[in-house]
C-alpha cells in the first residue's frame, strides 16, 4: 500500500510525518480496527470525487495503477488536509488482515455500490452474462482518461450519441413490437422487469454454445410478451425447446457430413480417383460453413430425426 515513509518526498504523503498511533484510533473490543468508520470519514472528505478515488485505489490494489500512478490520483482527489485519514484507512486494513480476530459477520454498506442488489443483498443473476463481463472488461482496459471520457460522455445526457449502438445491440433481439391486450394500467407489474430482463439476455453468438435453461426461458418469456402471451412460458416448453435445439444442430451436423464425405461408411460413395490425384490433395477434416451452406441447400427441411 502506498503510504509514506519518512525518507519520501516525491509521495502524496508529503506533510510531516504522523504519529502512527494517530492511525489507530478506531479500536474495537477484539482489538480491530474500525476500517467502516474511517472509510465513512475518507467518503465524507473526498465529496463528489468519492468514486474516481475508489476506483483508483482498486486499480492500485489490482495491479492496474503504480505507486506514483496512484499517489496522482490520490492527490488530486483528496486535499491534503485529510491524507492522514487515507493513511489511517491503509494502515487500519493492513492491521486488521493480520489480526487472528475474524471480522464481523454482517457489515453495513458505506461509500458507492458499484452493482444494484435485491432485497436479499443478492447480485443480479444477469451481472454473470457474459456479455456484460466482456463489456466490463473491454471498458476496464481502457486508459484512465478514455474512461473518464466514457463516463462523462454518459453522465452529459448525450445519449443520442450512444443510440446507434444500442440499436445495432437490440436488433436482433426484438422480432416485433409487444402487443399489448389489456391496458397499459392493467399490465402485471413485472411485464417491464421480464421483457427488459429477455431482450438483455445473451445470444448463443455472444455464448459461443447453447443458452442455459434460465437464459433460454427469459428470451422465450420475452418472445411471449411480444406476441401478448402475459403468461409467459412454462418450464417443459423451455426444457422441450432445448431438446429440439440440440437435436437440430446434430441433424445440421450430420446431414453436412453425409454430404462432405466421399467413401466413407457414412457418406456419399464416389469412383475412386488415381492413387497421384489421391496424394496429391490434402485431406480437409474439418466442416466449413460452405459445406453447412450446401448442406442447407439441398436439404433446406432438416427435421429432428427419431432415435
Not at 480496527?33 to 486499480?59: F, I, M, S
Not at 466413407?264 to 453447412?292: A, F, H, N, W, Y
Amino acid at each position: 500500500m502506498t503510504v509514506l515513509n519518512k525518507d519520501d518526498t516525491t509521495s502524496f504523503h508529503s506533510k510531516p510525518p504522523v504519529n502512527h498511533k494517530s492511525h489507530f484510533a478506531h479500536p474495537t473490543a477484539n482489538g480491530r480496527q474500525d476500517v467502516l468508520a474511517l472509510k465513512q470519514q475518507l467518503a465524507d472528505a473526498l465529496g463528489e470525487n468519492g468514486p474516481l478515488y475508489w476506483d483508483a485505489l482498486r486499480d492500485f490494489v489490482m495491479g492496474k495503477l503504480n505507486r506514483q500512478e496512484f499517489d496522482f490520483y490520490a492527490n488530486l482527489y483528496l486535499n491534503r488536509q485529510h491524507a492522514h485519514l487515507h493513511n489511517a484507512f491503509i494502515l487500519s486494513t493492513v492491521h486488521n488482515a493480520q489480526a487472528n480476530t475474524p471480522p464481523p459477520s454482517k457489515h453495513r454498506l458505506v461509500g458507492w455500490a458499484k452493482r444494484k442488489r435485491g432485497k436479499e443483498g443478492i447480485v443480479d443473476e444477469f451481472e454473470q452474462d457474459p456479455r456484460k463481463q466482456k463489456l466490463k472488461s473491454d471498458v476496464m482496459s481502457l486508459s484512465k482518461a478514455d474512461r473518464e471520457r466514457l463516463k462523462t460522455l454518459v453522465k452529459s445526457g448525450e445519449k443520442n450519441k450512444l443510440r446507434p449502438y444500442v440499436d445495432q445491440l437490440l436488433g436482433a433481439r426484438v422480432s416485433r413490437p409487444p402487443i399489448l391486450p389489456v391496458a397499459l394500467n392493467q399490465l402485471p407489474p413485472q411485464y417491464s422487469q421480464e421483457y427488459s430482463k429477455g431482450l438483455m439476455a445473451p445470444l448463443c453468438i455472444d455464448l459461443k454454445e447453447l443458452p442455459t435453461p434460465e437464459t433460454l426461458h427469459a428470451r422465450m418469456t420475452s418472445i411471449a410478451l411480444e406476441n401478448g402471451l402475459l403468461g409467459g412460458v412454462g418450464e417443459d416448453v423451455v426444457n422441450v425447446m432445448l431438446f429440439a435445439a440440440e437435436n437440430y444442430i446434430k441433424s445440421s451436423i450430420t446431414s453436412a457430413i453425409c454430404k462432405r464425405r466421399t467413401n466413407r461408411c457414412i457418406g456419399v460413395q464416389m469412383p475412386k480417383k488415381e492413387e497421384k490425384e489421391e496424394q496429391q490433395k490434402e485431406e480437409e477434416t474439418s466442416i466449413t460453413l460452405k459445406d453447412l451452406a450446401f448442406s442447407y441447400r439441398i436439404t433446406p427441411y432438416i427435421v429432428m430425426k427419431k432415435n
